[in-house]
């Protein structure tokens, strides 16, 4: 009698234990081998461990859910718990993050990641909210550099004409089109195939994003302009924030801080040793552009930057050591 006993409790514990499990779903563009996928990892991994298995993480790798706008929007609607997504689409929901995608902005990574990691972005995370999103912490994509399949890069002029995928950002569009570049705004899970078939001529992307989604098999040409630095965000609800108690809202947020060491580390390591890959793949990669023929292209459109999000803004990001 006393062993039925303790063994109905405990089958009833794990009945509460299982009942008590709330399975968590985020979402990403790139696959589960990208660093979107080692920082999504980083941050599942940490979420289960610190909260004893209370939460666990269903991950939707290779935009299963939809491209980063659609995510974005599933977040804000409820229907998805978490995303982490470049800052391409971000600006359309959260104008405050359009000034980071100012072509040229930043100097290096050191640079971008202190400017994101200090006052600048952390203010600029505390817009999320009143938009009917939380974002835990800068995560990253990496700077942008230019592929196609009719010609290298050196300079603007080689641009000139080409037909570019891009995001559905008006900031890189204009600065796309002072290049000369005709930007096609196009959903990611698209790319591939239209590069393939050529309804694009080619795209933008950090050398993460290339190798992770093989754009060696379909694109000639690498140039190495490093046009826009790209940071990333993992992004929730205040909704979901709001019913997490105080301890378990400070394993998120440690998560999301692990999640961008591990992510940031992959971007290092794909920049080192990426590019002789994708040579080895078969790509004709040009290592030095012409950078200042590339910010002189962009004079005019600096000055309308200035007007639109204050030539103070811009230079305390520049004046960032």
Known sequence: MKRSLITLALL????????????????????AASHYGVGST?????????????????QFPSSALGGEREMIEAVQLGTLDFVNTSTGPVGNFVPEVKIVDIPFLFRDY???RKVMDGPIGQDILTK??????????????????????????????????????TMENKVHMDGYR?????????????????????????????????????????QKHLSLTGHVYSPALIITSPRFMNKLSDADKKVFYEAAKHATVAQRKKVNDDENSGIAQLEKEGMTVVRKVDGAAFRGALRDTYAN???????DNIKKIQDVK
């Open 110 to 112: 050191d640079h971008a």
């Open 128 to 165: 999320f909210p009143s938009k009917g999103l939380m974002a835990l912490s800068w995560t990253e994509n990496g700077f942008r550099h230019m592929t196609n399949n009719k010609r290298a890069i050196n300079k603007p002029e080689d641009a000139s004409g080409l037909k570019m995928r």
């Open 42 to 58: 980083a941050f599942c991994d940490d979420v289960e461990k610190g909260t004893q298995g209370r939460y666990k993480c269903q």
């Open 12 to 31: 009833a514990s794990g009945i509460v234990s299982a009942q008590a499990q709330t399975v968590i779903k985020i979402g990403y563009a790139t696959s």
């Open 305 to 311: 930057y200035a007007k639109e999000f204050g030539a």
């Open 178 to 218: 002072a290049f000369g570049i005709q930007p096609t705004p196009m959903a990611f899970p698209e790319v591939f195939g239209a590069l393939q078939q050529g309804t694009v001529d080619g795209q933008e992307n950090p050398i993460p994003v290339i190798l992770a989604s093989k754009f060696s098999q379909v």
